[in-house]
Each structure stands twice: as structure tokens, then as C-alpha cells.
């Protein structure tokens, strides 16, 4: 066998952290010591390496992609933001004035007004949609941003999940009507709902947020919410309706046909690299990163085992393996003599590349390649012809997996509470916790100081159940099913 003298520091990398026991501390090491994510020099933001920028390109690519086929447009508008212009909306920057980054000097001279590093863009897109639109004619507006925002959050930071900068989409939509404006909200959570099954596979809760978790400045907030492996939730894409209380701060106006100064509707909506932070949570093991197949930067990985007597034999074999594989799969090959096979095993599946293709000697003898998976650890042997469909058939099959497996918790992790001692007992298990409520908000804050959950949204699928029910913590007639939680 050939094997190299990899450096102590190298042979370090490693978790030492349980998934099960500590799993802030298990997070982050998966992050850091698979390559993923680094820090950076500034308190609070991180650095995207490859595979992790890899998977932001991938669900921004997707998302852009249908938002285009149903008629939203891109846009860029300035990362800074007049004060004058925050201050315009002032429900809506109270919910951000903590958070709000300022440029106060350039050079040695101090600006006439400060300028807000951009939190949300609302401000500075609604002056120009006020501009832009004078008539029916200029409507529905439908524009979407690809950027960051920035959120000086003073809580501890946890990469992806709480960071002061991040990267979303932010989608700003005008109508005539009320009616239009409300007929975009299932189109647009289909989309998030696509990317987050079908590419993170990840399971989610969708339904409407409660009036004192609606997004500041909104009539309705509806999203899709997600349970960490740790039992907390944690708030996933979202669509607000906007209604008209931008439009009349801002003067977005319109002559409708018959000649009257009406008024628009919005909406605003995004997903983030949050997201990011969700999938590698739900999926990933105590060996390191688990990636689903379809925003694996590297599907497959091939890992030569040979002497130095056969090393050009393994290679020649293991190398024609790789050009039969390219066109169908991102795939790459380690020939690497300075670690040795075990080595990149574990290396590999710390990555969490989602297939590895071992060949040697005796493989070659039997026209063969052991194919081992990366979600459930199982080996096969696998004749070379048929290699190319049996990795499709697998991918296929890990990416159906990671969804049910988490599919699984999230189902097992949602209880029902009938009492309010049931719904207390409830807290200390973590996941969701379903209850009538009557729709007050001294009732949920009340909830929230005695217990220290906090509704997470009212999920469509089960406000048939509030059918006679009472509300958990006052006894009125309830009016919706609340889902709540301990949260980030």
C-alpha cells in the first residue's frame, strides 16, 4: 500500500462533539472542520467557501428560474439607505432600529445625512416605485433583488442561522387590486416549497404567522418553518402581504381606467442562506456533513487503493472510471499519495460527499467498483457497465432519505396539547407544540412569559381541528391552531 505521512494538524480534524448531547458545539465543528464555512476578521459574519457558496448558487439559481417564468424580473438597487428615507415607514424600521448599521463618515469628513447599510430594502425601492408608477398601465411591478443585508444583531452568532450579514432574495410586487395581490401568495411559497424539498430536502410547516409575529409594517405574514435537530424552530421563506401601508407612506399611486388616484397593494417575500444552516443541522452526522445530492458541489468521489507495484494499473482503471462518469455526475478523483485510503475515507465523509467509488486491485480483476453510500454508510459492488445508473439510482434514493428521515422527526416532534399542564409538559421535550388559541395577544404573550415559547405560525393543514375546541391558556372559543416552540 502506498501511504503518505499526513501532518499531525491534518490528522486533527475531526468532531469531538455529539450531535445528541451538544449540539451548538456539534454545528459548529461540522462547519468549520469540513471545509465549509471559515470565519472571518468581522464579529459575526463568515466566509462561503466552495461547497457552501456551491449550495447558495444552487437554490438561487432555482428560485430565480421560476420566479422568471412567473413574471418577476431582477433588479439591484444601493446598499445604502438615506435616514430620511427609513424613517419614512416608521412601523416598519421599529423593527430593525436595533440592528441598523450606519455610515456616518467617508474619508475624514463627516456625511450631511447618515446612511443606513441596507437592513431591507423597502425604503429605498418604494421611492423610485413611486416614480415609476403612474398609471394602471405601469401595473402589476414585479422585481426581485439578489444581496445581502445587513443586521447588527448583538446575540451570540451562529454561522448561517444568526449572522450580522447574510445573503436573500427580496421580492417587492405591486398590483391594482387587493385580489392580484393576494392571488401571488401560493405561486411564490410553491417555489420556496420546491427548492426546500426537492433540492435541501427539508420538511417544513406552512401557514400564517399571528398578528404579533407578522413582519413589521405587514397586514399578513405566511411562512414555511422548519424544527432543528436540537428540538427549536427556526423561521424558513416567507411572503408577506403588504397591503397598502407602504404605498400610502411612500405615494405609490396610480389613475385607475377611470381616471381616480387609487393606491397600490404589495407584497414582499425571500428566502435566505439561513436555509443553508437549516439543511447541514437536519442532515448531518457525528462523522461530519451530510449533503444532499443535488447541491453537492461533488457527488462522487473516487478513491484509487493500490501498491506501488499496481499504482499505475489502479490509476489507469480508476481514471477511465472518472471519464465514464464526468458527463453525468460532478465527480472528482483523489490520487493524492500523501494520505492514505482510510484516511480519505473519513476525509470524504466529513465533506459529505453523498457517493464514493473505491477501486483496487481486485475490483479490477472482476471488472468491478464498491459503490458506498454517505447517508446510510452501505457498500455494494457494482459491475463498471452498470455503474453510471446504479450512482443515478442511488443519489436518487439518498435524496429521497435525507427528506423522509427528517420528514419523520418533524411528524414525531409535533404533539398535540389538550391542557395547559400538557402543553408546560410539552416545552421541556422541545419540537412543536399544537394548540387552540382564541386569538388574543395577551394570551400568547401570557404563553411565551410562562413557558418561553413563542408561536411559530397558525399551519393551514390543521385549522379544520379548531372545530369546538377552547383556547389553551383562557378557556374562550378558539379561534386557530397555533403551532409553538423554543426558537432561535
Not at 374 to 386: C, F, L, P, Q, T
Request: hydrophobic share 35%.
Amino acid at each position: 500500500m502506498a501511504k503518505g505521512s499526513p501532518s499531525n494538524e491534518v490528522k486533527k480534524i475531526g468532531i469531538t462533539a455529539k450531535k445528541e448531547s451538544d449540539f451548538s458545539e456539534w454545528y459548529t465543528q461540522i462547519l468549520i472542520n469540513s471545509g465549509f464555512i471559515d470565519y472571518s476578521d468581522v464579529s459575526g459574519a463568515i466566509v462561503f467557501k466552495q461547497d457552501s457558496y456551491f449550495v447558495w448558487e444552487g437554490i438561487q439559481k432555482t428560485v430565480d428560474e421560476l420566479f422568471k417564468k412567473t413574471g418577476v424580473q431582477n433588479v439591484y438597487f444601493p446598499i445604502f439607505i438615506p435616514e430620511k428615507l427609513l424613517n419614512k415607514e416608521k412601523e416598519h424600521i421599529e423593527g430593525f432600529s436595533a440592528e441598523v448599521a450606519w455610515v456616518t463618515e467617508a474619508g475624514s469628513s463627516k456625511l450631511d445625512e447618515r446612511l443606513a447599510v441596507r437592513p431591507t430594502s423597502e425604503t429605498i425601492m418604494y421611492a423610485s416605485y413611486s416614480k415609476w408608477i403612474r398609471s394602471w398601465r405601469d401595473l402589476p411591478l414585479r422585481l426581485n433583488q439578489w444581496n445581502n443585508v445587513v443586521r447588527w444583531e448583538f446575540k451570540h452568532p451562529v454561522p448561517f442561522l444568526r449572522t450580522r450579514e447574510f445573503l436573500w432574495n427580496e421580492g417587492h410586487t405591486a398590483f391594482a387590486t387587493k385580489e392580484e395581490a393576494d392571488a401571488e401568495r401560493d405561486p411564490i411559497l410553491e417555489i420556496y416549497e420546491h427548492v426546500l424539498k426537492d433540492y435541501m430536502a427539508l420538511p417544513y410547516v406552512k401557514g400564517k404567522k399571528t398578528p404579533s409575529e407578522t413582519f413589521p409594517g405587514a397586514l399578513g405574514t405566511y411562512s414555511l418553518e422548519h424544527l432543528l435537530p436540537s428540538g427549536k424552530a427556526l423561521q424558513g421563506p416567507d411572503w408577506h402581504s403588504d397591503g397598502q401601508n407602504f404605498s400610502k407612506a411612500f405615494d405609490i399611486s396610480f389613475l385607475n381606467k377611470d381616471g381616480n388616484k387609487e393606491y397600490v397593494y404589495q407584497n414582499t417575500f425571500a428566502i435566505s442562506t439561513r436555509e443553508i444552516g437549516v439543511m447541514v443541522a437536519t442532515h448531518s452526522d457525528n462523522k461530519g456533513l451530510v449533503l444532499p445530492p443535488k447541491l453537492a458541489r461533488i457527488q462522487v468521489v473516487i478513491i484509487p487503493i493500490y501498491t506501488n507495484e499496481n499504482r499505475d494499473q489502479v490509476l489507469e482503471y480508476a481514471s477511465k472510471i472518472k471519464w465514464s462518469l464526468q458527463a453525468d455526475f460532478r465527480v472528482t478523483m483523489d490520487d493524492d499519495d500523501s494520505n492514505s485510503p482510510g484516511w480519505k475515507f473519513n476525509q470524504y465523509e466529513m465533506k459529505g460527499i453523498p457517493v464514493r467509488i473505491e477501486v483496487g486491485k481486485r475490483d479490477i480483476e472482476a471488472g468491478k467498483a464498491v459503490l458506498a453510500r454517505r447517508d446510510d454508510g452501505s457498500k455494494a459492488s457494482i459491475n463498471v457497465g452498470e455503474l453510471n445508473k446504479k450512482i443515478a439510482e442511488t443519489l436518487e434514493s439518498i435524496q429521497k432519505n435525507l427528506y423522509d428521515k427528517a420528514n419523520a422527526f418533524l411528524e414525531s416532534n409535533t404533539r398535540v396539547a389538550s391542557t395547559y399542564e400538557d402543553m408546560k409538559k410539552y416545552a421541556s421535550q422541545g419540537g412543536f407544540i399544537q394548540v387552540a388559541w382564541c386569538g388574543s395577544d395577551s394570551c400568547e404573550a401570557k404563553i411565551n412569559e410562562e413557558t418561553g415559547l413563542k408561536s411559530t405560525n397558525m399551519p393551514f393543514d390543521a385549522q379544520d381541528k379548531v372545530v369546538g375546541r377552547k383556547c389553551i391558556h383562557c378557556s374562550d372559543i378558539a379561534k386557530h391552531i397555533v403551532n409553538f416552540a423554543k426558537s432561535y
